[in-house]
């Protein structure tokens, strides 16, 4: 019992330890620097399909 307790622990450890290096590479590759204007991207692509497929007879 005691060993799979300590398994379970190391797996959420390396979990843990993997998101933390997947958001300091974030940070220091500048995924964070402009997200308002991602959010606008993803809206004026989807204005352009709704436009696209309304003028369709």
């Known amino acids: 019992m005691a060993e799979l307790t300590f398994v379970q622990f190391l797996v959420a450890l ?3 330890l993997g998101a933390l290096c997947i958001f300091i590479w974030a940070v220091l ?3 964070f620097h402009n997200v308002e204007d991602v959010k606008y991207r993803a809206y004026r692509a989807e204005v352009k399909d709704d436009e696209s497929t309304d ?3």
Do not use: C, I, Q, Y
């Open 29 to 31: 590759s500048g995924l």
């Open 55 to 57: 003028a369709t007879p």
């Open 14 to 16: 390396f979990m843990s």
